[in-house]
């Protein structure tokens, strides 16, 4: 993902013209901070999300699998 402090943001940096080099700063220094608020505010956004690509890339019988691991939890 191209999102500081994840490793896809250097990628995304190197895309960008010269003139977004303040953004790109910004986001190196604060990005962590920034991916914390949003996973710990925005939650209930992520879990469908995660649940979708869960059920995605394991199948059908991989998802129950980490559904009953998670509730067993």
Not at 7 to 33: E, K, T
């Amino acid at each position: 993902m191209p999102i500081p402090p994840l490793d896809g943001s250097h990628v995304l940096f190197a895309l960008l013209p010269p003139h977004y080099d303040h953004i790109a700063q910004f986001l190196r220094q604060y990005g962590m901070f920034l991916f914390l608020i949003f996973i710990l505010f925005f939650v209930n956004l992520i879990t469908p999300i995660i649940f979708w690509l869960a059920h995605i890339l394991l199948g059908q019988a991989g998802f129950l699998v980490l559904l009953q691991t998670l509730l067993a939890a």
